[in-house]
C-alpha cells in the first residue's frame, strides 16, 4: 500500500514537472482495495480496470519502472510508450489493461472468464469497475452472460463515491451497489474498502465462490480517492473536511500501522525501514522514467498489426 | 540539501500560472498531504499539496506573483533534521533544465509520406490459383463451411451472436455447427451487442479466436466501442503485447424493403481505422477463401457479407484448405477501355453494365476490391494506366466514403494517366426508403454504373 500511495504522490510531482502529460487518474486512498484482493487470488488469476489503473499493476506485482515509464512516455514503459497512464497490459502478471472507456472493461473482463472457463482452467478474472461505471448499460449485459454461463469473474466495484464531480447521490438511483447483481441471481457483498484486512476476507470468498464455478459474483468496496479525478481537477464538489475526515479516520496506511504496531507488536524500526526500501524504489523508478529515451520515431508505424 | 518546490503543472496545457496564496508560513511543519498554496491556472484554481515532509524552509516566490513559469522553483523545503543554514547552501535559482516534455509524435517523427506506407496501401500479398475441381456452393455455404472448416482445425476457434445456435442463424450462415461443435463453441448470445463483444475482444485478448456474428452490421452500432476501441487500438496500446485474433461478421447493406435502419452500408466506417482489417468479398470462392483468413488472421477483422448475396451460387474450389489472402483485388473482367471497380454486391452490378457496355463497343475492365483495409491500390493503379480511365460503384453514401478515398489515391497514385476525372456511382444521399421505386431509385444500378462509363469514356 505504502508503494502506491508513494508512487502516486512521486507520479504526481513528476505530472507537476511536465514529466508526465494527458490525464493522469490517482489512486491514492484506495490502495487497500487492490492490496486486500491481491491477496486473495494467484498469479493465474486475471485482472483489469479502468483508466486508474497504477495501483493495480503496482499490486499485481508490474515493475514500478516500467509503469513508471509508461507514464512519461518513454521507451521503457510497459507499452513502450504508446499507451500512457491509461492504458497498460502484462500478459506476464496476468493484467489486461488500462481502459478509458468507463465500463468498456466489464464485458472484457467477462471475456477474459469466459476464455478462462473455456481452457477449463481454473482461473478467475477480477474485473474493477467505478460507481460512476456501474451505470453503464453494458455492465449488466455482462452481468446476465456471466451469470447465465456461470463465468469465474468477480466484479469488484470501487465505490470511491464520485464520478468525476458527480456523487453518487447524484448519479444513481439507489446507492448501494453490491445489489446490482440481484436481478440476475449474482451474490454480492459491500466491504470496507479502507480495511485492508477486510477486502482479503470478502475477497477470499468471492473468488473461492467464482473458482468453484458458480459464477459470478459483485463486491462493492466503500473507498475513497483523495486526490482529485484526474491532475486537472480542482475537486470542488466536495469540501476539505470531508477529504480530511476520511483522511484521519479511515486511511487505510494508517490503519494497518496501528494494527502492526499496537496488535502485531511490529517494531517502529522495522516500518521505517519499510519506508525507506519504499521511498528506494520509487525514487529508482522515477529516475529511470526520465532517463528511459523516448520512442523512435519508426515505433510510429509499429504494433499497428500483427 | 533543501528540497526545492517548484511550479506544478496542474492541468494538460498549463505552462505558467498566478501563485495566489500561501498557506503556509516559513518556519511551519509541513507534512505530506498538507495544503501548500493556490495556484491559479489556465483552466482553474488548484490547492497545491506538499508531496515531501519537513519544514517550509524560504518561500522564494512571493503571493500574488503572476505568470510563475512552470518548474521554477517557489520554495525551499528543511527535510528532517535540517536547519536554516542549510538553506545558504541551496544552490538558489539555479532551477534545474526545463524537463523536456516528449515531443508529439508527429514532430519527431518523420512525415507521413516519408514515413513507412500506412496499411491501406500494403504491398499484395501472393494469391495462389486453383486449378483442381470444384462445386456449386452458394455464399450462405461457402460461409457456413468456411467456419466449419476452421473450428475442425483450431478448437480456439468458436461463433457467438444472436441466434446462431439452436435456430441454425438468422440467415442460416450457421446451420448445423451447433449439432458438429455444441454448445461450448457455438454460443447463442442474449441481444447484447455491446456486451457480447466485449466479450468477444475480453477472450480474444485472452488468446481464443472468436467468431462474432452480428445480426446484421447496423446492430453493430450498439457494439461500434468495442470494436473500435477495444480490439482495433489495444495491439498498438499495449505496445505489440495484447492483440484481438477476432472476426466481426454478419450481413451490411441493403437488403430489400427494410427502410434507413436496416440498410446501410458500413464500409467506409470501418476502413477508416488503422488496426483492422476490412474485408467484403462478392463471390462464394473469395467468401469462403477470405474468411478463413480473416479467421487466421491475427488482427481484428470486420466482414462485411451481403443479404441478398447469400442465395447466389458461384463455383468454389473443392478442399477444405482454400484461403484467399486478404489485402488483393481481383480482376474479374479483363477490358481494355474503363476501369469499373467495386466490392460485394456491387461487383455483380458492374458485371452487368460491363456486358451492356460491351454491347456499345465499350471494354470495361470490372475490378473486385474484396479488401477494402489494407485496400489493394496497386491493381487499381495498374488498371488505369491501361484504361486511363476510372468508375467507383458503392452502394454507401458519397459523403466521406469508400470512393472519396479511391478518387484521392488515384491523384495521388495515377495523375499523370487519367484523361478523365474518377468517377464515383454511390447510393442516394438520402437515408434509406421504404416505398419499393424509391428504393430502387436510392440504390446504384448497373444502368447508373454503364451511364457513368459512358461519361468517362466521353460516349454518348
Ligand atoms: C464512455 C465514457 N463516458 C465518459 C467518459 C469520461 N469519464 C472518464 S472517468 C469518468 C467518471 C467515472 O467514474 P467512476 O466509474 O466512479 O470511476 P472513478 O474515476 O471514480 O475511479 C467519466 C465520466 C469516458 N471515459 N468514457
Ligand atoms: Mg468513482
Redesign the interface.
Known amino acids: 500500500m505504502l508503494e502506491i500511495r508513494r508512487f502516486e ?2 507520479a ?2 513528476m ?5 508526465i ?3 493522469c487518474h490517482l489512486y491514492i486512498g484506495q490502495e487497500a482495495v487492490v492490496i486486500g484482493m491481491q491477496a486473495a487470488v494467484t498469479d493465474r488469476d ?1 485482472v483489469l480496470t479502468s483508466y486508474r489503473d497504477h495501483g493495480h499493476m503496482l499490486a499485481r506485482g508490474m515493475d514500478p519502472k516500467g509503469v513508471m515509464a509508461e507514464l ?3 521507451r521503457g ?7 500512457g497512464s491509461m ?5 506476464e502478471k496476468g493484467f ?6 468507463v465500463a ?1 472493461q ?11 472457463k ?2 477449463d482452467e481454473n482461473a478467475v478474472c477480477l474485473t474493477y469497475l467505478g460507481d460512476g461505471a456501474i451505470n453503464q ?2 455492465v449488466y ?2 452481468f ?2 456471466a451469470a ?1 454461463w456461470q463465468l469465474p469473474v468477480v466484479y469488484v466495484i470501487e465505490n470511491n463515491k464520485y464520478a468525476m464531480g458527480t456523487s453518487i447521490e447524484r448519479g444513481s438511483a439507489r446507492t448501494d451497489l453490491y445489489h446490482r447483481g440481484h436481478a440476475y441471481g449474482i451474490p454480492g457483498a459491500q466491504v470496507d474498502g479502507m480495511d485492508v484486512v477486510a477486502v482479503k476476507k470478502a475477497g477470499e470468498l468471492a473468488v473461492a465462490h467464482a473458482r468453484s464455478g458458480k459464477g459470478p459474483y459483485i463486491l462493492e468496496m466503500h473507498t475513497y480517492r ?1 486526490r482529485g479525478h484526474s ?2 481537477d ?1 475537486a ?1 464538489y466536495r469540501t ?1 473536511e470531508e477529504v480530511q475526515k476520511v ?1 484521519q479516520e479511515r486511511d487505510p496506511i494508517e490503519r494497518l500501522r496501528g494494527v502492526l504496531l499496537d496488535e502485531a507488536g511490529v517494531e517502529e524500526a522495522k516500518l521505517k525501514d519499510i519506508d525507506r526500501k519504499v521511498k528506494a524504489i520509487v525514487t529508482e523508478a522515477a529516475e529511470f522514467a526520465q532517463h528511459s529515451p ?1 520512442p523512435d ?2 515505433e ?7 | 540539501m533543501p528540497i526545492e518546490i517548484l511550479m506544478p503543472a496542474l492541468s494538460p496545457t498549463m505552462t505558467e500560472g498566478k501563485l495566489l496564496k500561501w498557506h503556509k508560513n516559513e518556519g511551519d511543519a509541513v507534512a505530506s498531504g498538507d495544503v501548500m498554496a493556490e495556484i491559479e491556472t489556465d483552466k482553474a484554481t488548484m490547492e497545491v499539496e506538499a508531496v515531501e515532509e519537513g519544514k517550509l524552509g524560504k518561500i522564494l516566490v512571493a503571493e500574488g506573483t503572476d505568470n510563475v513559469a512552470v518548474n521554477a522553483p517557489i520554495a525551499l523545503l528543511l527535510e528532517d533534521g535540517e536547519d536554516a543554514s542549510a538553506l545558504d547552501a541551496a544552490p538558489l535559482a539555479t532551477a534545474p533544465a526545463p524537463a523536456t516534455a516528449p515531443a508529439p509524435a508527429a514532430e519527431t517523427a518523420a512525415a507521413p509520406e516519408a514515413a513507412p506506407a500506412p496499411a491501406t496501401s500494403a504491398p499484395a500479398p501472393a494469391e495462389t490459383e486453383w486449378d483442381g475441381p470444384s462445386v456449386t456452393l452458394t455464399v450462405r455455404e461457402a460461409l457456413r463451411d468456411a467456419m466449419a472448416e476452421e473450428m475442425r482445425r483450431d478448437p480456439d476457434v468458436f461463433l457467438m451472436g444472436e441466434e446462431v445456435a439452436q435456430y441454425q442463424g438468422a440467415y442460416k450462415i450457421s446451420q448445423g455447427l451447433l449439432e458438429e461443435f455444441g454448445a461450448k463453441r457455438v454460443i447463442d448470445t442474449p441481444i447484447t451487442e455491446h456486451g457480447f463483444a466485449g466479450v468477444g475482444v475480453g477472450a480474444a485478448f485472452y488468446g481464443l479466436k472468436p467468431i462474432v456474428e452480428f445480426m446484421t452490421f447496423n446492430f453493430a452500432m450498439q457494439a461500434v466501442d468495442h470494436i473500435v476501441n477495444s480490439a482495433a487500438k489495444t495491439r498498438y496500446m499495449s505496445g505489440g503485447q495484447v492483440s484481438s485474433p477476432i472476426v466481426f461478421r454478419g450481413p451490411n447493406g441493403a437488403a430489400a424493403r427494410v427502410a434507413a435502419q436496416h440498410s446501410q452500408c458500413y464500409a467506409s466506417w470501418y476502413m477508416h481505422l488503422p488496426g483492422l482489417k476490412v474485408v467484403a468479398p462478392w463471390s462464394a470462392a473469395d467468401a469462403k477463401g477470405l474468411l478463413k483468413s480473416a479467421i487466421r488472421d491475427p488482427n481484428p477483422v470486420v466482414f462485411l457479407e451481403n443479404e441478398v448475396m447469400y442465395g447466389q451460387s458461384f463455383e468454389v474450389p473443392d478442399t477444405d484448405d482454400w484461403t484467399v489472402p486478404i489485402g488483393k483485388a481481383k480482376i474479374v473482367r479483363p477490358g481494355k477501355d474503363v476501369t469499373i471497380a467495386a466490392f460485394s454486391i456491387m461487383v455483380g452490378k458492374a458485371l452487368e453494365a460491363a456486358e451492356a457496355l460491351a454491347a456499345e463497343g465499350i471494354e470495361a475492365e470490372v475490378i473486385d476490391l474484396r479488401s477494402l483495409r489494407p485496400l489493394d491500390t496497386a491493381t487499381i493503379v495498374d488498371s488505369v494506366k491501361k484504361t486511363n480511365r476510372l468508375v467507383f460503384a458503392e452502394e454507401g453514401w458519397p459523403s466521406a466514403g469508400v470512393g472519396a478515398e479511391i478518387a484521392a489515391l488515384m491523384m495521388e497514385h495515377a495523375f499523370d494517366w487519367l484523361d478523365a476525372p474518377v468517377k464515383r456511382v454511390c447510393g442516394a444521399d438520402v437515408p434509406m426508403p421504404y416505398a419499393a421505386n424509391l428504393e430502387k431509385l436510392a440504390l446504384p444500378q448497373a444502368t447508373n454504373i454503364a451511364e457513368a462509363a459512358k461519361q468517362v469514356c466521353y460516349a454518348k
Do not use: C, W
Request: aromatic share 14%; glycine share 20%; no cysteine.
Open positions: 504522490e512521486k504526481g510531482q505530472y507537476g514537472m511536465g514529466l502529460g494527458g490525464f486475471t512519461t512516455g518513454r514503459g510497459y507499452s513502450k510508450g504508446k499507451g492504458h497498460m497490459f502484462s500478459q489486461y489493461g488500462g481502459h478509458g472507456i468498456a466489464v464485458p472484457i473482463g467477462t471475456g477474459i472468464a469466459f476464455a478462462h473455456y481452457k448499460g453494458q449485459e455482462s446476465n452472460m447465465l483523495y491532475m486537472s480542482p470542488k476539505k483522511r523516448e520515431a519508426s510510429l508505424y509499429t504494433d499497428v498489426y500483427a
